[in-house]
């Protein structure tokens, strides 16, 4: 499926309760991402269907089904308005670490929809998520091409995403072990895992 139908599907489902084969069909269109390698880009950001999968979950849990670590029929931390996701959103901008010379995409600022609920931390993970994108790409980067200071700081920056509540937290992210496998490799020096992350789900 083009990521431009992905994100039809995942912004149709905004408007009622998914149902038990639009939760299927999410599930597998999440396990097929994670689990197809492709060709890997120079700079690398979340892709926004990704986004949406991901965030889908946090943001109307209370509505239906669940990935990303949301319970059945609820946000494990409740549910926020549209002006208190976009703030959370902002001030986890605000807060979480950039590789040098990165800049958010433009779309994370992008209003709400104010008719919406969004589950408390949706806004900070969509964030974190893309954050993560970033310093993995710059993690290889500098592994190919850096010094031997360069490769440290940017391990560092790496491994920080360890102290995030998207990657720390298993009531936001069930696939905290995952992610977790991706810090290791980072640790032993090891590109192929996350060289299979960042072309499956992110891009320039």
């Known amino acids: 499926m083009k990521p431009d139908l992905i994100d039809m599907e ?22 097929t991402i994670i689990a197809q390698p492709r060709t890997t880009r120079r700079v690398f950001r979340l892709t926004r269907s990704t986004v949406l999968a991901i965030g889908l979950s946090l943001a109307l849990a209370a509505s239906f089904g669940v990935w990303a670590g949301q319970r059945a029929t609820e946000a494990p931390y409740g549910m926020q308005s549209a002006a208190s996701y976009e703030a959370e959103r902002s001030a986890a901008m605000a ?38 994108c ?16 360069g490769r440290s700081a940017a391990l560092d920056g790496v491994l920080q995403m360890r102290t995030w509540q998207t990657f720390s937290d298993p009531q936001v992210n069930r696939s905290i072990d995952y ?22 789900n992110c891009t320039n």
């Open 95 to 132: 807060d979480t670490p950039l590789p040098p010379g990165a800049t958010w995409q433009a779309w994370l600022s992008e209003p709400a929809d104010a008719s919406a609920g969004y589950g408390v931390f949706a806004g900070q993970s969509e964030v974190e998520y893309s954050a993560a």
């Open 134 to 149: 970033l310093w993995f790409a710059h993690w290889l980067d500098e592994h190919e091409h850096g010094t031997t200071a």
């Open 179 to 200: 992610f977790e496998g991706l810090l290791r490799a980072a640790e032993r020096g090891d590109t192929a895992p996350i060289r299979a992350e960042v072309a499956t």
């Open 10 to 31: 995942l912004e149709a489902a905004l408007a009622r309760p998914m149902s038990a084969d639009q939760r299927g069909w999410l599930d597998r269109r999440v396990a």
